[in-house]
Nanobody, 125 residues
Framework: QLQLVESGGGLVQPGGSLRLSCAAS????????IGWFRQAPGKEREGVSC???????NYADSVKGRFTISRDNAKNTVLLQMNSLKPEDTAVYYC???????????????????WGQGTQVTVSS
């Protein structure tokens, strides 16, 4: 069974940091582009960041310079390091996977096949 599981969410004060993890079971992430998304209450889901098989990355303007996406293929995991968190970063964060050719780039508007269940991130004092 193919499954993605997010972890690492929680409550943090503004300016703080969290590191989210997206772990795969049943398949190896190195054959997939991986995206991180978030959805705040009453808002549509938005793409946060994406990493290609070759390690190319992109970010939403709202998180550039604060968030970093990376792969740990040995652990079959993709990480999202979130620094300088703001209250507007509060949302449920999801990771998603799409099997792609090795040289294809990654964009969060691609049609991802597999989704995790999400992890809550709350930024509040």
């Amino acid at each position: 069974q193919l499954q993605l599981v997010e972890s690492g969410g929680g409550l943090v004060q503004p300016g703080g940091s969290l590191r989210l993890s997206c772990a795969a079971s049943g398949f190896t992430l190195d054959s997939y582009a991986i995206g991180w998304f978030r959805q705040a209450p009453g808002k549509e889901r938005e793409g946060v960041s994406c990493i290609s098989r070759m390690g190319g990355t992109n970010y939403a303007d709202s998180v550039k310079g604060r968030f970093t996406i990376s792969r740990d293929n040995a652990k079959n995991t993709v990480l999202l390091q979130m620094n300088s968190l703001k209250p507007e970063d509060t949302a449920v964060y999801y990771c998603a996977a799409l099997r792609v050719p090795v040289f294809r780039g990654c964009r969060t508007d691609m049609r991802f096949d597999y989704w995790g269940q999400g992890t809550q991130v709350t930024v509040s004092s």
